[in-house]
């Protein structure tokens, strides 16, 4: 969400790098881009036997930013730190 290019951008630079085999792609409150990635991927199988894509959000809790890996879904901003965890 504040990153300065695409997922598909993102992807095809760190594919064209060859040293990285796992990114996280997280945004702020929405899993959008891991959504993206995840579709682009998909797009491109000889992409997807290259990198694997840990779909991720960064939530803002009352207490701060938490980062969540492996997510399926949103969780609601604005929960204490501990309900955000827990939604995790």
């Not at 598909?8 to 630079?13: A, D, F, G, Q």
């Not at 036997?49 to 930013?65: C, K, N, Y």
Request: glycine share 6%; net charge negative.
């Amino acid at each position: 969400s504040d990153g300065m290019c695409s997922p598909e951008m993102l992807i095809n630079l760190v594919a064209a790098e060859d040293r990285l085999r796992v990114i996280a792609i997280t945004d702020h409150d929405t899993m959008a881009g891991s959504f993206v990635a995840r579709d682009y991927l998909e797009r491109f199988p000889e992409l997807a036997e290259q990198l694997e894509i840990v779909p991720g959000v960064e939530i803002s809790s009352r207490d701060g930013h938490i980062l969540g890996l492996w997510m399926e879904r949103d969780v609601p901003r604005g929960l204490s730190a501990a309900d955000t965890v827990a939604a995790i």
